[in-house]
């Protein structure tokens, strides 16, 4: 089958490789109906993170269940299914808290690689959710996003406590942050403030319920939220980038006794002990426990109440990943999907 | 009056200094009926954090009501009264939403020094609350451990979300870390965790409701909790020292979505992020809003429901603060009471 390898920074290729087989009882093997390009893609692609060996990519994707292991109840062959970018067993005590994220059992869909025809998917049970109901082309991209980049951003909203009456200050306007507007929105905050230098990425932050529009960055950025907040800063900031400067901006911005949720894939970011401590702020992130969201967004998207897949601002066949690479890490494209 | 002076390291005298005025009109004038030495106090003693002139020191409290400014409209003279380590307006919408140790008006006790006779209070009407009923000798001392030592460890446990069927892990057997143990049994834990190697400390942890100890520490002090908690972790972690290897020590005992309640002063600690990233544990903490829980805590002390003051096991004039430092240095004593 064809699949997405990387075998360098900027050298994304696309090449047979055999097709995945049942390992484990509580497998799943799909048909990949669509994945997608990730902005954490973009740290071993720009040499930010390491590239040690050609890799398979890849971690978010729907499809169509073509076999199951002798252990799997739930999930049956020919399932329109999404599923987490974590493979969890949604039984252990971590997952039943709602972080399969860490499950004791956990299993990266980036280290199986989902850009590819077909995608082994360790505990299918507790991984995947069966979608019914007809799956239109704009209800299929939203699908695809809550994959990841979603739940990501729903689990950021929640994580930094928005709802009603509440400032919410996004920084980062890449899929994650644009959807964590969204899901800030969803959670009925009452102002969001989108931190963006990019038009279209503004024009989509307002079309997901942003009431404001910060352009500037760092101590600047953080001194107009705290102008917008009466002083104060934000009630819930959502950390979306990953970056040093995106930590501190977030904390920062963010009120005594408030709360930032941050998702962004942590990268050479060291926090300052005494800062957290004098901040008083609530701190708390990860890899999002998508799983946990899954049901209510796809409820969600099916009922046509929202439309996250408006990321995909760029849809290509898998033939052309390396395209799709290009375009985001140049930031032509905000989130690019992957066709088979 | 007489003061307690820190001249540098080791180098604490009892001097004549001039008796404070009201300087606000917020602000009261207390005669202090007993402070305490600080496990924070011996942050400049030790010469880790320097002492660039000679400092007033304390900012723990309790005391009668001399005077009162044209603004004091709740506070008046003769009240007995316990306040916060930081004095705040109570009526900004940090304090509002419970932060009042981060009050946009805030003054730390510590820079006015409630080792002394007497005492100026700003936002009196914000920071005090006074005490009616029979203060015996024992709810005295439990009064003035509310001030600081018993608000700062409930604050940690209730950032740390004890509760019932928590198990609670507590880092640190300093008064804080103690009176976390009590705060946690009071707030419902199923299992509450003391890190001790000392005995008296250990005897203490278990009077105010400790059902186990470890006294591992770093990475045996992880692996025992891990054990004990089949592989997971703790839900709820109290960090109550200040340092890297306290600080890491808690994340690591705590379970992914669990919480981490940190209020011991940050000492040279550095957080990495990714490693925060993956641990999937909430982190809140910083300076206690004791004001958010005095009502509360002088009920409890009141009614002996509580008895805090225990954790004084040295009580002494202050004319001899000097040894108390010293005795807490030497962690001969675990908290030591000045009289007046």
Request: with cysteine; net charge negative; proline share 4%.
């Amino acid at each position: 089958m064809r699949a997405v390898i990387m075998h360098g920074p900027g050298d994304v290729r696309v090449e047979d490789v055999p097709t995945p087989e049942l390992v484990e009882p509580t497998d799943a093997i799909i048909r990949v109906d669509a994945a997608c390009i990730c902005g954490s893609d973009l740290w071993p692609y720009r040499g930010i993170s390491p590239v040690k060996r050609p890799s398979r990519m890849g971690h978010e994707y729907i499809g169509v269940v073509e076999q199951v292991g002798s252990a799997v109840r739930d999930i049956r062959v020919g399932d329109f299914v999404v599923g987490s970018f974590m493979a969890s067993d949604n039984t252990c005590e971590i997952c039943r808290a709602g972080y399969q994220s860490r499950c004791i059992h956990v299993v990266g869909m980036g280290s199986i690689g989902t850009q590819a025809e077909y995608a082994r998917i360790p505990w299918a049970d507790g991984t995947l959710v069966k979608v019914t109901g007809d799956i239109t082309p704009e209800r299929r991209r939203s699908l695809l996003a809550a994959s990841d980049v979603l739940g990501t951003g729903w689990f950021a909203a929640v994580a930094a406590e928005a709802g009603p009456g509440k400032t919410v200050a996004v920084v980062g306007d890449g899929a994650v942050g644009l959807l964590g507007v969204l899901a800030a929105s969803q959670l009925g905050a009452e102002r969001i403030i989108a931190m963006s230098r990019h038009a279209d990425r503004q024009a989509l932050a307002r079309r997901f319920g942003a009431t404001d529009i910060v352009e500037a960055r760092g101590d600047a950025g953080v001194a107009a939220i705290k102008e917008m907040t009466g002083g104060y800063g934000a009630h819930s900031t959502i950390e979306a980038v990953g970056t040093q400067e995106a930590m501190q901006q977030a904390i920062r911005s963010t009120r005594a006794g408030g709360h930032v949720g941050f998702v962004g894939v942590s990268h050479g970011v060291s926090l300052d002990g005494q800062e957290l401590f004098l901040s008083g702020v609530h701190l708390h992130g990860g890899p999002a426990p998508v799983r946990r969201f899954l049901p209510d967004l796809i409820d969600r998207i099916m009922t046509d109440e929202i439309d996250p897949g408006v990321v995909f601002d760029q849809t290509l066949s898998i033939d052309d990943a390396a395209d799709g690479y290009r375009a985001m890490d140049e930031r032509r494209a905000i989130k690019v999907m992957l066709e088979f």
